[in-house]
């Protein structure tokens, strides 16, 4: 689920869009301003902030994750905690958090987060159709009198013009007009031998199709009893996860460690969209089951396990 797609949609109604447990996305209205020499042009837009200390949750994420996703307010909740622990990891293991059409959050010397908005959106819909644009200084023209200037020193001398003999046209019309019939006999003879051509081609092709009319009726006389059988995939969208690793190597030897103490459902997820491993304690078909084994391993092996759901 693309938690970013739903922001960037909310963003152009509202101000403010609170991820709950992570931060706030701000918007603020700057006016059209020109820069430059007077010459390149800006619409008004919004601009995009975020604030890290704003987590609440105001419920206005949530609900329309819930409407737009076809699912309940307590699971968009769920989902929407998943995708702040994966941002989260991301950004205190010094990752770039690149939110698509939003901006990119990155980590300081500090251990501080920065955002830097991205620039080819406009959510400000007032705006919707204006693009920037950059207008050419005017020049005006400063040689008018250094042309009538010349005009006057150069006299325009005027010579008779010479009759020119056109006799040879004719000589080649005549070439062009015996061009032209002969053109035409020869696409007259080749029309004739490509209907020919196509034609036998078209015999050729009936008669094949009758001999595969009477195979396939002497093979329905004769019919196999076709055997059919179902495979019916069993699904486990939630996942226990216990870590996720950069490297394949270090999320096998994870997975050793769970199986070692007792964990034998231990496995590792495909590559996800952040280029991590994730390493599960296990799968689980309904929602239920996954959070009462979260909370039991919890309290008996890692506190910080948690929930993800395809």
């Given at each position: ?250 999320a096998n030897k994870a997975i050793a460690e769970l199986n070692a103490a ?49």
């Amino acid at each position: 689920m693309q938690i970013e797609k739903h922001i960037s949609d909310l963003l152009y109604r509202y101000q403010c869009v609170t991820v709950p447990g992570f931060g706030a996305f701000l918007t603020e209205t700057v006016s059209a301003h020109v820069t430059g020499s007077a010459s390149s042009f800006f619409p008004p837009k919004k601009v995009v902030s975020f604030n890290a200390n704003v987590k609440n949750n105001d419920g206005l994420l949530a609900n329309h994750v819930a409407l737009q996703e076809k699912m309940s307010y307590e699971l968009a909740v769920i989902k929407i905690n998943d995708v702040v622990n994966e941002w989260t990891y991301l950004l205190q293991n010094r990752n770039h958090l690149v939110l698509k059409n939003i901006g990119e959050i990155s980590v300081n010397n500090e251990m501080n987060w920065v955002f830097e908005p991205t620039n080819t959106v406009n959510y400000l819909t007032d705006s919707f159709g204006l693009t920037p644009f950059v207008s050419p200084e005017i020049t005006r023209e400063v040689l008018k009198k250094e042309v009538e200037a010349l005009e006057e020193k150069a006299p325009i001398i005027f010579t008779p013009e010479r009759k020119k003999d056109y006799s040879y046209l004719k000589y080649a019309a005549v070439f062009v007009v015996m061009l032209g019939v002969g053109g035409f006999g020869y696409k007259s003879y080749y029309d004739q031998q490509i209907t020919n051509e196509t034609l036998l081609a078209e015999k050729n092709v009936q008669e094949k199709v009758q001999q595969q009319i009477q195979e396939a009726t002497f093979m329905l006389s004769n019919p196999i009893p076709s055997v059919e059988l179902a495979i019916v995939e069993e699904k486990m969208p939630y996942h226990l996860v216990a870590g996720a690793y950069r490297s394949e190597e270090n999320a096998n030897k994870a997975i050793a460690e769970l199986n070692a103490a007792g964990f034998e459902n231990a496995k590792m997820l495909p590559l996800n969209k952040y280029k991590l491993y994730p390493v599960v304690y296990g799968s689980f078909k309904t929602l239920n089951e996954a959070q009462s084994e979260r909370r039991a391993i919890q309290k008996s092996h890692n506190a910080e396990a948690w929930l993800l759901i395809d």
